[in-house]
């Protein structure tokens, strides 16, 4: 992200309990090469697992011909690797780059960059193969340390059908146009976006008396929102203050002190949620100021169409 969002949660625990087959089962592919955005209609490129585990969406990528489990986070504007992984698959990490940094919620680390000779998702071949290789620090509580996180500029060469409740992602080539819509026959809610720069998807919702900007973020296991506008919002710092405490977790090690507060009313693509919890604490987003994490995600299908700048939403029963 910014990895501002990566492993953004409560919880961080250190140690290998043993990750158990990840997001193995692969769907088989129609002939189509993702080679970039198209106009409208939806056609299908393939589908891979998604592993929830500690409420965190794990998938299995393909570098170089071996698998890597990696943290599935929409809300990171980088694919990145540890030197780990980057020594598994033959490729040697030779150290930072000039200008090359991977963004925390409270520090920045520098980066290095690789170019692979080949990546795929749920045998979909990447046609951005160039990722991130960083000393970042993602550690599953179930599972243990994790190869890196799967990022906006490797997700938005698609049009993307996620489906945590389902435990899957479907990739699709993407569409451009305005007219744009999802391979679903249920009612749904579109919803127009701007991409960053940073290709992240953001959108407009309403937190009680305010109009706010919002980012869907399958890397943060709860959403958060700015100290910024949490005050904007009328919600004082003494409030605050009596708010249960938390600590948030970014994926360079760093931790941030947050409070879960709980607002009147969310209301995100005509959908009213009452009475939501939020953590607050410091973000350093330029695009947002509130992430929607797996708390939100959890019951929800959305798909993200990064060339016609939308989301679809539909609530799972």
């Known amino acids: 992200m910014s990895l501002a969002s990566i492993c953004m949660g409560r919880l961080s625990v250190k140690g290998w309990a043993g990750l158990v087959i990840v997001a193995t089962t692969l769907m088989s592919t129609t002939g189509y090469a993702a080679d970039g955005v198209g106009g409208c209609g939806t056609i299908r490129l393939g589908e891979t697992a998604i592993a929830m585990l500690s409420d965190e969406p794990l998938v299995k990528i393909f570098a170089n011909g071996v698998g890597l489990i990696l943290l599935l986070d929409t809300g990171a504007e980088a694919t990145v690797l540890t030197p780990a992984a980057a020594q598994r698959i033959g490729t040697r990490y030779t150290g930072v780059e000039l200008g090359r940094q991977v963004h925390g919620i409270a520090r920045d680390l520098p980066a290095g960059e690789l170019e692979l000779r080949s990546f795929t998702i749920g045998g979909v071949e990447v046609p951005r193969r160039r990722v991130r290789v960083a000393p970042i620090e993602i550690v599953n509580a179930a599972s243990g340390p994790l190869d890196g996180v799967l990022g906006a500029d490797t997700l938005s060469s698609f049009d993307i059908d996620l489906d945590l409740p389902d435990h899957r992602m479907t990739l699709y080539r993407g569409q451009s146009c305005a007219a744009?819509?999802?391979?679903?026959?249920?009612?749904?809610?579109?919803?127009?976006?701007?991409?960053?720069?940073?290709?992240?998807?953001?959108?407009?919702v309403q937190l009680d008396s305010r109009r706010i900007s919002a980012l869907l973020d399958t890397g943060a296991q709860f959403?958060?929102?700015?100290?910024?506008?949490?005050l904007g919002l009328g919600v004082s710092?003494?409030?605050?203050?009596?708010?249960?405490?938390?600590?948030?977790?970014?994926?360079?090690?760093?931790?941030?002190?947050?409070?879960?507060?709980?607002?009147?009313?969310l209301e995100v693509g005509g959908e009213v949620i009452r009475n939501p919890e939020i953590d607050v604490t410091e973000l350093r987003l330029n695009e947002a100021d509130l992430v929607l994490g797996v708390d939100f995600l959890g019951s929800r299908r959305v798909w993200m169409s990064y060339g016609s700048q939308q989301l679809f939403l539909m609530r799972r029963i």
């Open 223 to 230: 959403s958060v929102l700015s100290m910024r506008t949490a």
């Open 180 to 204: 744009a819509s999802p391979a679903w026959v249920q009612p749904y809610a579109r919803i127009a976006a701007g991409r960053s720069p940073s290709n992240r998807l953001y959108f407009s």
């Open 237 to 265: 710092e003494a409030a605050l203050a009596r708010d249960p405490p938390v600590t948030v977790y970014g994926a360079v090690g760093e931790q941030m002190s947050a409070h879960t507060h709980r607002f009147f009313r």
